[in-house]
């Protein structure tokens, strides 16, 4: 068996010590992780992602929906493929670096959804003109997590974006 890659193994480190340290402990410790890294292309000044990386986004949304149905969390599935939406769109349109890496753990009654980049840097939740195409994201993170009785931030130096949801009672 081979090990995860470095980059990857620390972006996995980093998001369950992330939702861990944040989050009270709910149900007995269970763990089902999910970790994906992959090849962005190299950021641009347009305002649009390259189409290669578009799907990148889109295979994310779908191994989020097809791994929490997996794991029983159907409820979790519209939620949070919108936030990994969200945050792997970030990645790749803010960061400079040329992988990012997204996991999915579901510990302790919580969801934790995290993406880390290589670029350093602290994203924040802005109000944009009602009439603007874009800019909302992490302003629906922040109201869905809330909604989930959740959380969201960024690791200390910035290259890990997380958001955490509460797993409805019931399910773990």
Same mark, same amino acid.
């Given at each position: /068996?081979?090990?995860?890659?470095?980059?990857? $193994?620390?972006?996995?480190?980093?998001?369950?010590?992330?939702? $861990?340290? $944040?989050?009270?402990?709910? %149900?007995?410790?269970?763990?089902?992780? /999910?970790? +994906? *890294?992959?090849?962005?292309?190299?950021?641009?000044?347009?305002?649009?992602?390259?189409?290669? #990386?578009?799907?990148?986004?889109? /295979?994310?949304?779908?191994?989020?929906?097809?791994?929490?149905?997996? *794991?029983?969390?159907?409820? %979790?599935?519209?939620?949070?493929?919108?936030? +990994?939406?969200? %945050?792997?769109?970030?990645?790749?349109?803010?960061?400079?670096?040329?992988?990012?890496?997204?996991? /999915?753990? +579901? $510990?302790?009654?919580?969801?934790?959804?995290?993406?880390?980049?290589?670029?350093?840097?602290?994203?924040?939740?802005?109000?944009?003109?009602? #009439?603007?195409?874009?800019?909302?994201?992490?302003? %629906? +993170?922040? *109201?869905?997590?809330?909604?989930?009785?959740?959380?969201?931030?960024?690791?200390?130096?910035?290259?890990?974006?997380?958001?955490?949801?509460?797993?409805?009672?019931?399910?773990?």
């Amino acid at each position: /068996m081979t090990s995860a890659p470095p980059l990857r $193994r620390r972006a996995d480190e980093t998001a369950g010590d992330l939702c $861990r340290e $944040r989050q009270p402990q709910r %149900l007995p410790a269970t763990e089902d992780r /999910m970790s +994906v *890294c992959f090849e962005v292309c190299p950021p641009r000044t347009e305002d649009e992602i390259s189409e290669r #990386d578009a799907r990148r986004v889109g /295979m994310a949304r779908k191994l989020t929906a097809a791994r929490l149905r997996y *794991c029983g969390l159907e409820a %979790l599935v519209d939620d949070a493929t919108l936030i +990994v939406s969200e %945050l792997v769109t970030n990645a790749i349109h803010h960061g400079g670096g040329a992988q990012v890496t997204f996991t /999915m753990t +579901v $510990r302790d009654g919580f969801l934790c959804l995290a993406v880390h980049d290589e670029t350093p840097g602290r994203p924040v939740a802005r109000n944009a003109p009602d #009439d603007a195409e874009c800019g909302r994201g992490l302003f %629906l +993170v922040d *109201c869905l997590a809330s909604a989930h009785g959740g959380t969201w931030g960024t690791s200390d130096d910035g290259t890990t974006t997380w958001c955490c949801l509460a797993v409805p009672s019931g399910q773990s």
